[in-house]
């Protein structure tokens, strides 16, 4: 399937968004040949700073292949925001539906047409102390079951020296000059999944598979080894979530 134009409020996007970013930041990107040129495919993105879905759509514009975001139905409807997430080709998640899968029909429905559907697996930015990837939800893997669509594994870094998580006062610190490195690898090698019933461990399973390519990633561009076991925030051994302290208490909370 042929790719989808970029169309003019992608285009407008780009003009307001790009220049800032080449002014204020360095850019470290790698990986685009894995982005694929034609048909439908998904990416899952690490999260750890509140920049980093304009890092990556920077990145994956350039490549000719714009991402198209999940976000929730309710910003459709809300004036300016949502003619311009309808303009964008941004994706409508509809949640506390029956069927859990069925929360991703918009989802399938754009990569079977010739999307790129951007996932942030974690759901949220990571609580881990050290900001590695923490366990992920399960849509990216639904959704990669359903449409067997290629898996490409995102990793970002440097976006929380300008802007760090959880911060209490989300001041952006432009100078010195940060790095805004972001890696794509090669698809995932989901196969052994495909033909199983989607049951709720098979979809914890493809979660970690996929989890796990972004914190390979990740720890090659940290030259860094990633702990043995992902962060689970609510789980968390008292130490490591004592350091989660950047948190507001709200999301400590949950």
Known sequence: MARRRIGFWYRLAAILVKPPLLVF?????????????????????????????????????????VPRFLAKVSLFNEGAVGRFMRGTGQIPV??????AADAFRAAVAAVHRGEC?????????????????????????????LTRAPVIPVAQWGAHEAMPPYARRKKIRLLPRKTLTV?????????EFYDREPTPELLR???DV?????????????????????????????????????????ERAE
């Open 117 to 145: 559907v951007a996932f942030y697996p974690e759901g949220t930015l990571t609580r881990d102390p050290a900001l590695w990837p923490m366990e992920g939800k399960t849509g990216a893997a639904r959704v990669a079951l």
């Open 183 to 191: 890696v794509a690898g090669p698809p995932v090698d989901l196969g």
């Open 94 to 99: 509809y949640r506390n539906t029956v069927d």
């Open 205 to 207: 399973d493809v979660t």
């Open 25 to 65: 930041f360095r850019r470290d990107w790698r990986g685009m040949e894995h982005i694929p040129a034609e048909g439908g495919f998904i990416t899952a993105v690490n999260h750890n700073s509140y920049l980093d879905p304009l890092s990556y759509a920077h990145f994956q514009y350039n490549t000719g292949r």
């Open 210 to 250: 996929i989890m796990g390519a972004i914190t390979e990633l990740l720890a090659e561009v940290r030259r860094e080894r990633p702990p043995l076991e992902r962060y689970v925030h609510r789980s968390a051994s008292p130490e490591r979530r004592g350091q989660d302290s950047s948190a507001p208490e709200e």
